[in-house]
């Protein structure tokens, strides 16, 4: 939504409905941003779909990565996929940033690999922006590192706090450390050690919170180890999934119910929108060397195209220059 | 709801509404099970609320524990408190289980230092009975132990497969270790190498889950640390909480919706119904020498008495037992 210009690398081979979901969700992307250049990355045959559109340019990779591959693997034998292109246009600089809503763990391997981390930066972070009833809270890490130390955490606190600033417009972000309890005593020894770090290094520090301030908007950015992260997005998932059934069940299971039903499903629907992740546009890489943004593998058009929107917003914001004077000066960057 | 005879010690003083829903909930234990017993523990002028109940002896205990206090400095201190009076009763064999709807701390606190460890169990863990679409799944740890080591997860497995049986009648319960990533290859260390003991040591072990099968019923029993199951747990209160409240305030917000929601109301509070955690009645303790049940601070009567009709049916079922046999000899127990 900007005059300013912006470089995206897009795969055009991300997600199960690739590429005709991608082909619409750039095209969406394109025409709502003019400042928008998507350098849109796959097969030959596939590219031509896109052909008729103006700031687009096709940029052949012949390999595909599926879904289900091992992603190191995959991402070292197969130079020529989308997805490692696409990374290699942002380690060259050809594009500020990339989206991807292909093989999850084969994007995080390209960023790492190709794209590369940033100085000081221990472990690179998979973020995700959880709707709440007030504004969104982004989560860190949700499955890049399952095992941590006290000093990751506290670089996943810079991170989040930036990804806060540039993408959600927070001035200052409250940080949270995800907890069993309140006190600083409690919990796991790393999340008190964790504690202890985060009160000494990072100004918008706040303190605990618990698994309920996950979706409650308490703070803007909770810090956690990829495996709790990981736990937490999945749980709400499942449990989004299992009420909004349960829901409908309840709401179609009588004739006057089915009517009633057809009065307050605007209002549902409204909610279910309000709710849905699609919005906010995948899951970055936070601590690699240029902005990589990473959907799900169901994404639909319109996420695809809040995914490119939210990159290109990360890459004029100076996401990644951000991260790195974090992480550089911690302490400094919440001035 | 039998004729066999379990005596329960309860606490009178336990929640935030104590001693009034403690008072009706028992009375209402004691009208649906002819077999129980109830030992009610408080203050004497407490005590008389619950004078006219047949099968009910109270037993005075001139301490409470607030649900604010430090929970192990307040077992050792409080001697003569409701919680470590009716804990008390457990060790002594008067009673063969307790509940207490009070500070959880300190109930876990009097089970371990009171009524004693069972021989053989590393740590005593928290137990939730999650509500899902189909029948219920236990997760265990909730919060006893922050920090484990894959062993303690062996045992929980064990323990949790006795509960499942002996208070949710599942014959042969399915046990899963809660993952970020279904192959033995994936998750923290601490994942891995419980993967590897539980694949040997527990006939049940079906693999692992994920975050998502916490609320889809995929298994009948899942094991974690204390610190990702706790904070699963209160991601669940939070997020459960958020979309009713959203629900009901999509239901009317317009004239035309008010009227629609009041048809659609039944439906929808069956389904807060079946989904509410009370009729499960509260979280064991497991590992230790007596039935321990602890009940949500917020229980209502009815939560009181699901809670004391479960510890009933764990009693006459040979909780203690089944959890003692199957640690001393494991691999024995699912036969």
Redesign the interface.
Known sequence: MSEVSATVAVDLMGGDRAPDVVVEGVGSALAADPGLHVLLVGPEHALVAAAGFERCTPVPAHEVITMDEHPANAVRSKKDSSIVVGARLVREGRAGGFFSAGNTGACMAAATLVVGRLRGVERPALAAVIP??ERPTVLLDV?AN??VRPEMLLQFGHMGAAYARITLGVASPRVGL?N?GEEPT????L?QEAYALLTEGLPGFVGNV???????GTVDVIV?????G??????????????L???KA??T?ST??K???A??QP??V??KE??DPDVYGGAPLLGVNGVCMIGHGSSSARAIASGVATTAKAVRGGLTEAIAVAIREPGGDAV
Chains 1, 2 share one sequence.
């Not at 999945?234 to 999934?241: D, H, I, N, P, T």
Request: aromatic share 2%; charged share 20%; no cysteine.
């Open positions: 709440t009833g499955g399952a095992d995800l069993i409690k919990g796991s020894m999340a618990e698994g309920r301030d996950v979706t409650s956690t180890d990829g495996f709790t990981n736990v937490t997005l999945k749980v709400l998932e499942g449990l989004s999934r299992q009420l059934s349960e829901i309840a709401l299971s006057i119910n009517l009633a039903a009065v307050v209002s549902l409204a909610l309000r709710l």
